[in-house]
């Protein structure tokens, strides 16, 4: 699994709509509004990294109202939680 973080700059105007076309994009997991340099964050998983590729080029970078990208790739998760229990049937 690579997980990876789209940082974007966007007209602010059409930050709700962004979201939305960003969240239906397959790979997006989570969406959020920021304060600082960007404007948005995505937090992206996918299988391979060729997917991320095409998701940031094809699909992100090419949403009228993005002006810009800088995509963060994930070395480790390190989280309190241990998110595979979520998954857990309960064996």
């Known amino acids: 699994m690579v997980a990876a973080f ?3 700059k966007v007209e602010r105007p059409r930050l709700r709509s962004i979201a939305d076309d960003l969240l239906a994009i397959d790979g997006i997991a989570e ?3 920021v304060a600082g340099p960007y404007d948005m964050i995505a937090i992206v998983r996918v299988k391979q990294h060729e997917e991320l590729n095409d998701l940031v080029t ?3 970078a090419a949403l009228d ?8 790739i994930a070395f480790r998760s390190f989280s309190k939680k241990d998110l595979g229990l979520l ?3 309960g064996e």
Request: glycine content about 4%; aromatic content about 10%.
């Open 58 to 60: 094809e699909h992100v």
């Open 65 to 72: 109202g993005i002006l810009s990208t800088e995509t963060l």
């Open 87 to 89: 998954w857990d049937i």
């Open 6 to 8: 789209i940082l974007m």
């Open 31 to 33: 969406v959020y509004s």
